[in-house]
């Protein structure tokens, strides 16, 4: 899945961040499409993650951890902050968009895409996330954790239930 291109400001001082910022941009965004089940709503979000990150540059402490977790976390805590605002005003959560398949693909990868976009709506949104910072964008365990900004070990066993719902969820649907 790829995002759209993130424009940095040029004004922007500390190159090492815009040069992360860059590289996370599209990984963000499928973490932010994939919590919130919508491309666009995830477009603003990694924009207002990314706003946060350029205008409060004092925000990210490098003693307390690498910057990726850290800026993951400003873009699920702003998801989170969406998916609660469409609570209140809409009481159903947002289900995974399936995109279809592109021109390119071939039928079975898309068959197979769409069975698993299918699976991982049905799941629960910690579920979802847990899995897709793992597996999608390959984070280690110490990173998810902070990220999500819970015990390392519990990672684990999240990522376990998650996997074993997601398994099961396949076999329910073919």
Same mark, same amino acid.
């Given at each position: 899945?790829?995002? /759209?291109?993130?424009?940095? /400001?040029?004004?922007?001082?500390?190159?090492?961040?815009?040069?992360?910022?860059?590289?996370?941009?599209?990984?963000?965004?499928?973490?932010?499409?994939?919590?919130?089940?919508?491309?666009? &709503?995830? $477009?603003?979000?990694?924009?207002?993650?990314?706003? =946060?990150?350029?205008?409060? /540059?004092?925000?990210?402490?490098?003693? $307390?951890?690498? %910057?990726?977790?850290? %800026?993951?976390?400003? +873009? @699920?805590?702003?998801?989170? &902050?969406?998916?609660? @605002?469409?609570?209140?005003?809409?009481?159903?959560?947002? =289900?995974?968009?399936?995109?279809?398949?592109? /021109? #390119?693909? +071939?039928? #079975?990868?898309?068959?197979?895409?769409?069975?698993?976009?299918?699976?991982?709506?049905?799941?629960? $949104?910690?579920? !979802?996330?847990?899995?897709?910072? !793992?597996?999608?964008? &390959?984070?280690?365990?110490?990173?998810?954790?902070?990220?999500?900004?819970?015990?390392?070990? $519990?990672?684990?066993?999240?990522?376990?239930?998650?996997?074993?719902?997601?398994?099961?969820?396949?076999?329910?649907?073919?």
């Amino acid at each position: 899945m790829s995002g /759209p291109r993130v424009h940095i /400001p040029e004004q922007m001082k500390n190159h090492d961040m815009q040069q992360q910022l860059v590289q996370l941009g599209n990984g963000a965004h499928a973490l932010a499409t994939q919590m919130l089940g919508n491309a666009n &709503d995830a $477009t603003d979000a990694v924009h207002d993650a990314i706003v =946060k990150a350029l205008n409060q /540059p004092g925000a990210y402490k490098a003693d $307390t951890g690498p %910057f990726a977790p850290w %800026f993951l976390r400003v +873009v @699920r805590n702003h998801c989170i &902050d969406l998916i609660r @605002r469409r609570r209140s005003t809409d009481d159903k959560i947002a =289900k995974l968009s399936n995109p279809g398949p592109g /021109p #390119e693909e +071939v039928l #079975e990868a898309a068959q197979r895409d769409q069975a698993l976009q299918q699976a991982l709506s049905h799941l629960k $949104t910690e579920q !979802r996330e847990i899995i897709v910072l !793992r597996d999608y964008m &390959d984070l280690g365990y110490a990173e998810i954790a902070d990220v999500l900004d819970i015990a390392p070990g $519990t990672v684990m066993s999240r990522l376990h239930r998650a996997r074993m719902a997601l398994k099961e969820e396949l076999g329910n649907h073919g």
